[in-house]
């Protein structure tokens, strides 16, 4: 299996900038076999959304709510992936969660998605 741990969430003024950063770990197997890597953000009262993804080749896509602020990177040979925040709104302000997409990953009877425990990134006005 999987396992996300998720760091360098915290409070920022708006305008500012914070780094996420999401370390997978796990089988050899299951780490290598990672496609989809995510960050999605969930506020208080909302439902979770996708921020950004990257495909283990290096694809990435971008919500157009964050497109220009926000970029997401991986380094497969550490198994984490970034997500870079600059120029922060108070509507920023959420739990962001990593999330890892592993499909092969069933064919050892492991699950195919997992969860990070979250971060809070708060925005203050």
């Known amino acids: 299996q999987v396992q996300l741990v998720e760091s360098g969430g915290g409070l920022v003024q708006a305008g500012g900038s914070l780094s996420l950063s999401c370390a997978a770990s796990g089988s050899t197997s299951s780490i290598n076999s990672i496609d989809i890597m995510a960050w999605y953000r969930q506020a208080p009262g909302k439902q979770r959304e996708l921020v950004a993804a990257?495909?283990?080749?290096?694809?990435?896509n971008v919500v157009d709510s964050v497109k220009g602020r926000f970029t997401i990177s991986r380094d497969n040979a550490k198994n984490t992936v970034y997500l870079q925040m600059v120029s922060l709104k108070p509507e920023d302000t959420a739990v962001y969660y990593c999330?890892?997409?592993?499909?092969?990953?069933?064919?050892?009877?492991?699950?195919?998605?997992?969860w990070g425990q979250g971060t809070q990134v708060t925005v203050s006005s």
């Open positions: 990257i495909g283990s080749g290096g694809t990435t």
């Open positions: 999330n890892a997409w592993c499909p092969l990953c069933t064919a050892v009877g492991d699950p195919n998605d997992y």
